[in-house]
């Protein structure tokens, strides 16, 4: 089965500085894809990036960066420069197969003024 | 483009009573899915669409119907509410393959009593 463990529920950061979310996850396909999604409080769900697993190099967008270790089956999310509208739950997710895609339980994380 | 449109926002049912939560999209995607998000539990796939007339069950179908009849509709149908079915419902799409982007709706609240 595939799974995805997101181990941190809640997190809150200064604005400006720099936090990283954990995901770990499980699968038994050679071909997958991982994705971080964005959940403000509007419910609205954005893609904030995403990694294919045949790349060894860690995907970046702006202020968001990815530390993918596909040995160890992590896929953590590096926010830097944390801003105010950064607030949200945040989604990790796999993709594989013809259309499996689990997400992760989320992480809410708040930034402090 | 108006991107994923979902109707009803809100909605409350009685157990029993059947009802069609309708999601279309207008940016030609193959693929569309539907999802229900409850509390710690993050984001579950009901069932998807990989194209017109063709459509599969996903992690948790049951008390779910839908069908694919053009690219851009893909109504979910709950044949007979139960409590359980509680939920933010979700409906999403994207290009053919498994590595693009997702694009969601803004939601359904649902409410059975």
């Known amino acids: 089965a595939q799974t995805v463990t997101q181990s941190q529920p809640e997190m809150s950061v200064q604005e400006a500085e720099t936090v990283t979310l954990s995901c770990t996850y499980d699968?038994?396909?050679?071909?997958?894809?991982l994705f971080w999604y964005k959940q403000p409080p509007s419910r609205q769900m954005i893609l904030v990036i995403r990694?294919?697993?045949?790349?060894?190099q860690n995907a970046t967008e702006n202020r968001f960066s990815v530390n993918f270790q596909k040995a160890a089956k992590s896929f953590s999310l590096k926010i830097s420069d944390s801003q105010l509208g950064d607030t949200a739950m945040y989604f990790c997710a796999v993709a594989s197969g013809t259309y499996k895609y689990i997400f992760g339980t989320g992480t809410r994380l708040k930034v402090l003024a | 483009n108006a991107g994923v449109t979902q109707t009803p926002k809100f909605q409350v049912l009685k157990t029993g009573q059947s009802m069609t939560l309708q999601c279309a999209q207008d940016?030609?995607?193959?693929?569309m899915s539907w999802y229900r998000q409850d509390p710690g539990m993050g984001l579950r796939l009901i069932h998807y669409s990989v194209g017109a007339g063709i459509t599969d069950q996903g992690e948790v179908p049951n008390g779910y119907n839908v069908s694919r009849s053009t690219t851009e509709d893909f109504p979910l149908r709950l044949l007979s509410a139960a409590p359980s079915q509680t939920s933010v419902y979700f409906c999403a799409s994207s290009y053919d393959t498994l590595d693009n982007e997702q694009y969601f709706g803004p939601g359904t609240r649902l409410t059975v009593t």
């Open positions: 699968t038994s396909e050679s071909n997958y894809y």
């Open positions: 940016m030609n995607h193959e693929y």
């Open positions: 990694q294919e697993a045949y790349k060894q």
